[in-house]
């Protein structure tokens, strides 16, 4: 049964608007999240993290939401620019359980349209 | 900076065969996993190493064997190479520690079993 859930595997924005990638999880044991960017052919590089202990994190346009109550986070792009397009996969982790493996969704495809 | 380096980045196998991915890591980070990425699959953790001498499964760990002698290294081996590996296998690497410390990618090794 998959733990980390991104439902949408794909998304089209046009430049310029908000991207919104979405991704629920159903381990309450996690307590670390994270978001990873992939290109083609290349390894996923990090893009973004939260702890359990906020609800908000931001780094320049992105953003990345965490409601707990509902196992839901979701990473918000603002403004999104055509070379943001990539697969977008979202990871969590329990910090006080597992260590050294994180659990990924099966990732989402943004395109990002001129 | 060489980060996490995998070698080969292509290799084609014949059913049966054994062979070795290697990974290596120059950032001194403690944990060390491996993950193979499949089409709408997402990543999937094979094995993972929390530190030297320490090694444990992930989800799909059939069909591997790893080891974790130095820091540095985590080779994954392939003991009978099946159609069913056929593959792009990513090790990563990180350091425990505060939001923020996202794992590190290689650049992925591409393997066929024929």
């Known amino acids: 049964d998959q733990q980390v859930k991104q439902n949408s595997p794909s998304l089209s924005v046009q430049e310029g608007r908000i991207s919104i990638l979405n991704c629920d999880y159903t381990n309450s044991m996690f307590d670390y999240f994270l978001w990873y960017k992939k290109y083609p052919a290349e390894g996923p590089t990090f893009l973004i993290s939260i702890s359990s202990i906020k609800d908000k994190n931001e780094d320049g346009r992105f953003t990345v939401f965490l409601n707990k109550s509902a196992k839901h986070l979701s990473l918000h792009i603002v403004p999104s620019q055509p070379g943001d397009s990539a697969v977008y996969f979202c990871?969590?982790?329990?910090?006080?359980?597992?260590?050294?493996?994180?659990?990924f969704g099966k990732g989402t495809k943004l395109s990002v349209k001129p | 900076n060489a980060g996490v380096t995998q070698t080969p980045k292509f290799q084609v196998l014949k059913t049966g065969q054994s062979m070795t991915l290697q990974c290596a890591q120059d950032m001194n980070h403690e944990y060390m996993s491996w993950y193979r990425q499949d089409p709408g699959m997402g990543l999937r953790l094979i094995h993972y190493s929390v530190g030297a001498g320490i090694t444990d499964q992930g989800e799909v760990p059939n069909g591997y064997n790893v080891s974790r002698s130095t820091t540095e290294d985590f080779p994954l081996r392939l003991l009978s190479a099946a159609p069913s590996q056929t593959s792009v296998y990513f090790c990563?690497?990180?350091?425990?520690?505060?939001?923020?410390?996202?794992?590190?990618f290689g650049s992925g090794t591409r393997l066929t079993v024929v």
């Open positions: 990871a969590a982790a329990s910090r006080r359980g597992s260590q050294g493996n994180l659990i």
């Open positions: 990563a690497s990180s350091q425990p520690g505060g939001e923020g410390d996202g794992y590190t």
